[in-house]
């Protein structure tokens, strides 16, 4: 399975978030933080696999890169993750 | 063009100008859907139905018929993530734009310090600690 689905059509990047390993209210700090530069949806199982769609408001940026910032930035965020 | 369009969550009614929101409620509470809906009163017309265990819905018709339907539905997505994530605990200060996460890490590492350079200012020279003449096991013997 792709870390980051692209929708060409609608141009969106779709993740699937495994809150085993990512802290929920990190998604939902990082999806604010991104909300400034997309438009940005999260629905799922907070116990499971959340969706995160992002569709970058700016036509210039590429999705894969978006989606894969998104990781990124819930990691960061993640408090005592590695430390 | 099409009379309707399902993007996620939306379902955009381009033929009578409105759209349905549907709100999962173990993600965005009815109090973040509140706070959200009530940015929207200005520029839209909003019922909120459903059934606030399972599916809230969120029908809204702006106010003027030449408005973006997608667009609407987009930023009321927006406004439900920024007033749930508000209620998320602080950890940090997000008032700067993402940026590249690996980028931070390796501006940090770029100044690495040994033990003799001693960075936490603990180094005590060895007369100090053990005396002149001696070591540990001599004074400990004596």
Redesign the interface.
């Known amino acids: 399975m792709e870390r980051v689905e692209i929708n060409k059509t ?1 141009r969106e990047a779709r993740l699937s978030i495994d809150t085993r390993f990512y802290d ?3 998604v ?10 997309c ?8 116990n499971s696999k959340l969706m995160v ?1 992002l ?1 970058p408001k700016s036509g210039e940026v590429s999705l894969e890169e978006v989606g894969y ?1 998104f990781y ?2 819930v ?3 993640m ?1 005592n993750a590695g430390e | 063009m099409k009379e309707q369009k399902i993007i996620n969550n939306l379902q955009l009614n381009f033929d009578k100008n409105f759209l349905i929101v549907s709100v999962n409620p173990k993600i965005y509470s009815l109090d973040v859907v509140y706070s959200a809906a009530k940015g929207f009163l200005d520029k839209a017309y909003l019922v909120i139905d459903g059934d606030p265990k399972n599916e809230i819905i969120v029908e809204i018709k702006p106010k003027k018929k030449a408005s973006d339907l997608e667009t609407l539905g987009r930023d009321f997505n927006n406004e439900l993530i920024r007033f749930a994530a508000d209620k998320a605990p602080q950890r940090q200060d997000l008032s700067e734009k993402p940026k590249s996460v690996s980028k931070q890490f390796s501006e940090e590492d770029s100044e690495e310090m040994s033990y003799i350079d001693d960075p936490l200012g603990i180094a005590r020279p060895w007369e100090e600690v053990y005396g002149k003449g001696g070591d540990k096991q001599d004074r400990q013997r004596s």
């Open positions: 609608d929920y209210d990190s939902l700090l990082t999806a604010k933080a991104f909300a400034e530069s438009w940005v949806y999260v629905d799922g199982d907070i769609c569709k910032e990124n930035y990691l960061g965020l408090k």
